[in-house]
């Protein structure tokens, strides 16, 4: 067990709806990190947060954003959602940003009819 | 841009054989991290080792171990000992010193641990 709480396991919707998913970090880490697994595009680093703040984006759509909030667990939005967005949604934390490790969730299954 | 490249996409071994998965990666940068993560049928991702990229001496976790060549930018994980839990894929992974902890993949690697 990772200490990272990724909720929900499964989620099944159709195209053009919006999704949350959400992440509660590792106890004491302040960093969180959301990556995007698919079967064409690989892993995927999408964004970070640091004690509530933005710290790095990579390759995320305008119609995906996240937030982290005072308590320090994470959301993800996905909205307009097409097929293609059919994936693996993964979280991670770490102590602070940088070279500590990250530790992942079990991820969120997100699969789009 | 970085980018990581792992090469094998399958490789099996038998039981406790030893087998060596690689990566390479291409940088600029002087100072970064190299990490394998483990990911089993069951879809968690599991750290392995991890690598500081101005440590010459390459790092070990029981019957995990690397060998990093910065000069080559070449990064392998060598298992001793396989045993069937190691089933797994496996992904080599990269982070720049000032990336703000942004994991770059390669594609991984399927191993299989045959008894």
């Known amino acids: 067990d990772s200490g990272v709480t990724q909720t929900p396991k499964h989620l099944i919707t159709a195209t053009g709806q919006r999704v949350t998913l959400r992440c509660s970090p590792r106890?004491?880490?302040?960093?969180v990190y959301w990556y995007q697994q698919s079967l064409d595009q690989g892993l995927q680093f999408l964004i970070q947060y640091y004690n509530g703040e933005e710290r790095a984006k990579g390759n995320i759509l305008e119609r995906f954003s996240a937030q982290q909030f005072p308590d320090l667990h994470s959301e993800l939005n996905l909205s307009s959602l097409e097929l293609g967005d059919s994936a693996l949604y993964f979280c991670?934390?770490?102590?602070?940003?940088?070279?500590?490790?990250?530790?992942f969730g079990d991820g969120t299954r997100l699969s789009i009819l | 841009a970085q980018t990581v490249t792992q090469s094998q996409p399958e490789m099996s071994v038998q039981e406790a054989e030893t087998v060596t998965l690689s990566c390479t990666y291409d940088?600029?940068?002087?100072?970064?991290?190299l990490f394998w993560y483990k990911q089993p049928p069951s879809r968690q991702m599991i750290l392995v080792i991890r690598q500081e990229a101005y440590k010459q001496q390459n790092a070990t976790e029981n019957r995990f171990s690397v060998n990093f060549q910065k000069a080559a930018k070449s990064f392998s994980l060598k298992i001793s000992d396989s045993q069937l839990g190691d089933t797994a894929m496996y992904f080599c992974?990269?982070?720049?010193?000032?990336?703000?902890?942004?994991?770059?993949f390669g594609q991984g690697t399927e191993l299989s641990v045959k008894p």
């Open positions: 992974a990269f982070m720049g010193n000032n990336q703000g902890g942004k994991l770059i």
């Open positions: 940088t600029s940068e002087s100072n970064y991290y």
């Open positions: 991670a934390s770490s102590v602070a940003g940088g070279d500590q490790p990250q530790h």
């Open positions: 106890s004491g880490d302040l960093s």
